[in-house]
């Protein structure tokens, strides 16, 4: 308290004197003048030295994910050489950190404590490939702010989150982290985490159940070349402007604080010194006014990218790029103060990446008091709240993508009288439900699928039998003989597979994307029972299922769902919950085929539909074009039909707007939701467009036997792209527009747009 009242005291007294700093560039996060004028009062005290300090970032002792920086990181501390820390993961801990920070410190300016809650803390959901097959921004936005009540309980301030990188190649390991493969979706998707983490406004930050969050990592990471972590990307300014920067821009747009640079290159830059990135697009095109931390020693790596011969070289080009803080590498640290001295480096670049820091500690009333999210009562109750764990379910629910469902083989009703051998490494694995990146999520403790069908069905005349069968990742046919026994005294199989979680991630790329180990072979041995089989799949990418497409009866990808997984699975298995969800990213049909997205280009010979066969077009030899199951496919227990869709006009003038209308009818069994998706097509125009892009989308409850009508209108202002004059805009001209239940199965209208 004491030492509360002596730093507002300083800041009140320098606010009164003016502040001699030069401002120009700077233009605040939250334009507030007090703000503004209190943090210059602080940097107006600071010596080069503590201002550097600010733009340091270390780990704590906790998850790494890089090398380990061999720094003894107390020294800096107690001499107010830190600006942030991360991976300080308790209030206990964190108090800590922050008293050392604050007790001999000169200026006692207070720690920012950050940390990874990329889909939870505590209570884990859904990774957020998953979440986003839902399709449904409210539930998003509500997992992202429980993480954030769980995490700011915790102490901490700032999560690296969301991850919205633009996904197209499932050997990526990190496909897991982001919302799939379309720009439109993502950018709704990114603004909802980052409102779901910082609150609606800026002033909600001053809330202590709300975090700081980074949008990241910019930009095109997930472009890395054959799909392996960290690789060479190289793509076009149209490309990165059309694809890549639409959920980036709508994270800015939600008010993020802070950016993260990506690891990769793009065309030859790497992004941590691109200047072209961080300052003309970020903070001088799109008016960024938070601050742009870099991913984990990726300053260090502009030296292994070979654009810097040293770490002093790379960390001028970044601090010259606009990059704000250094995480981890130590390399502002060591070298900025030498890059001033010989005027390698502006003390002008320094101020303004200070005051960004400064602003958002301010922001969070750090300087007021910063102890303030330090609660140990506050940590205890609100971790696990029984609604946290509700919410996680329920979204859980609704990321289950029924991909297959023969003969009605799910639902499995609880008036049924049955045995079900339930085979496979996945049915009592708890380890892996959580998915990576699951922050502090206790991975013993998540429910497995066998947790949840065995409460599900209790005091029922469903019966399980178990085998575990064969393991998630090595080879091996041990556990075949027990497992084809065990299958063959039941009256039907659910096998539960999939991918170690650690097996889709960060640095987790595959080149074959089949079920690991000898998972496939298990199937192939149990099919031969003759008996139905589910397969309830665990994993955190579209993985290659052509042979369990073919021979397999059911199919139902549950992605990695966190703490209640069993439990969201289990409604889904008995029908409780009617699945809704539909896919954020192609399936293909081998990994011959990636990348693979819906939203391709034409060519200049694309193959006819109804000759897929001929000769001198785009196409393979052995394998189809098209995904085993595209974007926004999913099944439902129910059925839905579509009327011919209509539309208000075949002319959209400059100002005007279309409205195009379906009605859909639920004619099965069930109640239930249904995604309906509009995508658009420019057929000509100066530059070449994608044959479909996804622009609008409608998930509706219907119950059986009604109809429902789905209204979407177009106006000029969605049409846009980058135009062969390289101006953002539309161009008069044909339209095709597609309604349907996914990006193939559509029904076709057409407008022209005119001046
Ligand atoms: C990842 C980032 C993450 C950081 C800190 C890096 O390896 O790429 O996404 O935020 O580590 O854990």
């Given at each position: 308290m004491k030492r509360k009242i002596l730093i507002s005291a300083l800041i009140l007294s320098i606010a009164g004197s003016g502040c001699t700093t030069s401002k120009s560039e700077w233009h605040s996060y939250s334009g507030d003048k007090t703000i503004e004028h209190k943090v210059d009062s602080v940097l107006s005290l600071m010596t080069l030295e503590e201002k550097i300090g600010q733009m340091t970032q270390f780990s704590s002792h906790g998850d790494i994910t890089g090398p380990i920086v061999n720094e003894d990181?107390?020294?800096y501390l107690k001499k107010g050489l830190i600006g942030s820390i991360f991976n300080a993961v308790t209030v206990e801990g964190i108090r800590k950190l922050q008293e050392q920070a604050l007790a001999e410190s000169r200026l006692k300016i207070p720690v920012l404590f950050g940390y990874d809650v990329v889909h939870g803390f505590k209570t884990i959901f859904p990774i957020p490939l998953a979440e986003s097959c839902s399709w449904d921004l409210y539930q998003i936005k509500k997992s992202a702010a429980i993480a954030a009540e769980e995490a700011s309980a915790a102490g901490i301030a700032w999560t690296f989150a969301p991850m919205i990188d633009i996904v197209r190649d499932a050997r990526w390991g990190r496909v897991m982290e982001g919302a799939g493969?379309?720009?439109?979706?993502?950018?709704?998707?990114?603004?909802?985490?980052?409102?779901?983490f910082q609150g609606n406004h800026w002033k909600d930050l001053y809330n202590t159940n709300t975090i700081l969050a980074c949008a990241k990592h910019f930009c095109a990471y997930g472009a890395a070349e054959s799909g392996r972590d960290y690789n060479t990307v190289d793509v076009s300014d149209r490309t990165l402007r059309e694809v890549y920067f639409p959920p980036f821009k709508a994270a800015k747009d939600a008010g993020v604080a802070t950016f993260m640079t990506a690891f990769n290159e793009i065309s030859g830059i790497p992004c941590t010194a691109s200047k072209y990135l961080f300052r003309d697009v970020l903070k001088d095109e799109w008016q960024f006014n938070g601050f742009v931390v870099t991913d984990y020693t990726a300053i260090n790596e502009l030296v292994p990218h070979g654009v810097a011969q040293d770490e002093e070289q790379a960390a001028e080009l970044a601090v010259n790029a606009g990059v704000d803080m250094d995480m981890t590498g130590g390399v502002y640290l060591h070298n900025l103060k030498t890059l001033v001295e010989e005027g390698k480096v502006s003390e002008n670049t320094i101020d303004n990446a200070v005051r960004r820091i400064l602003e958002m500690k301010f922001i969070l009333g750090l300087f007021d008091d910063p102890y303030r999210y330090l609660d140990e009562k506050r940590e205890k109750e609100t971790i696990l709240k029984p609604e946290f764990l509700q919410a996680a379910r329920e979204i859980g629910n609704r990321s289950i993508v029924l991909l297959k469902n023969n003969n009605q083989f799910f639902p499995i009703t609880k008036d049924r009288q049955l045995t079900v051998a339930l085979i496979g490494p996945m049915v009592k694995n708890r380890t892996s439900m959580n998915g990576e990146w699951?922050?502090?999520?206790?991975?013993?403790?998540?429910?497995s699928l066998f947790d949840g069908l065995t409460e599900k069905y209790k005091n029922t005349n469903i019966k399980f039998l178990y085998a575990?069968?064969?393991?998630?990742?090595?080879?091996?046919?041990?556990?075949?003989?027990?497992?084809?026994?065990?299958?063959?005294?039941?009256?039907?199989?659910?096998?539960?597979?999939?991918?170690?979680y650690n097996w889709s991630g960060e640095a987790a790329s595959r080149s074959n994307i089949k079920l690991p180990g000898s998972q496939q072979k298990l199937l192939k041995e149990l099919k031969k029972t003759g008996k139905p089989i589910g397969l309830v799949l665990m994993n955190g990418r579209p993985l290659d299922l052509s042979w369990e497409d073919k021979n397999i009866d059911a199919i139902m990808e549950a992605w990695y769902l966190g703490t209640m997984a069993g439990h969201s699975i289990a409604d889904v298995i008995v029908g409780d919950y009617n699945p809704s969800a539909k896919l954020t990213m192609s399936f293909p049909r081998n990994a011959g085929q990636l990348p693979i997205y819906y939203n391709r280009k034409n060519t200049g010979r694309p193959l006819p539909e109804d000759n897929p066969k001929m000769d001198y077009r785009s196409?393979?030899?052995?394998?189809?074009?098209?995904p085993l199951y595209p974007f926004g496919y999913g099944l439902s227990y129910t059925t839905f039909q579509y009327s011919k869709p209509s539309i208000s006009s075949g002319i959209l003038t400059k100002n005007g707007e279309l409205k195009v209308s379906v009605t859909i009818t639920n004619t099965g069994n069930y109640d239930g939701e249904e995604i309906v998706q509009l995508y658009i097509?420019?057929?000509?125009?100066?530059?070449?467009?994608?044959?479909?892009?996804?622009?609008?989308?409608?998930?509706?409850?219907?119950?059986?036997?009604?109809?429902?009508?789905?209204?979407?209108?177009?106006?000029?202002?969605d049409l846009g792209f980058l135009r062969l004059d390289n101006t953002w805009g539309t161009e008069p001209g044909e339209y095709k527009v597609f309604v349907g239940n996914d990006s193939e199965n559509v029904q076709e209208l057409k407008f022209s747009l005119v001046e």
């Open positions: 990181i107390e020294p493969e379309d720009t439109y979706l993502g950018a709704l998707i990114a603004e909802a985490k980052v409102k779901g699951s922050a502090r999520g206790n991975k013993n403790e998540s429910a575990e069968g064969c393991d998630l990742k090595e080879p091996g046919t041990e556990g075949f003989a027990e497992a084809i026994n065990i299958a063959r005294k039941a009256d039907i199989i659910i096998a539960a597979m999939g991918e170690d196409s393979y030899l052995d394998v189809e074009n098209s097509q420019d057929v000509t125009a100066s530059v070449t467009r994608p044959i479909k892009e996804l622009k609008g989308f409608q998930k509706l409850n219907i119950k059986k036997g009604e109809s429902v009508t789905a209204d979407f209108i177009i106006r000029e202002k």
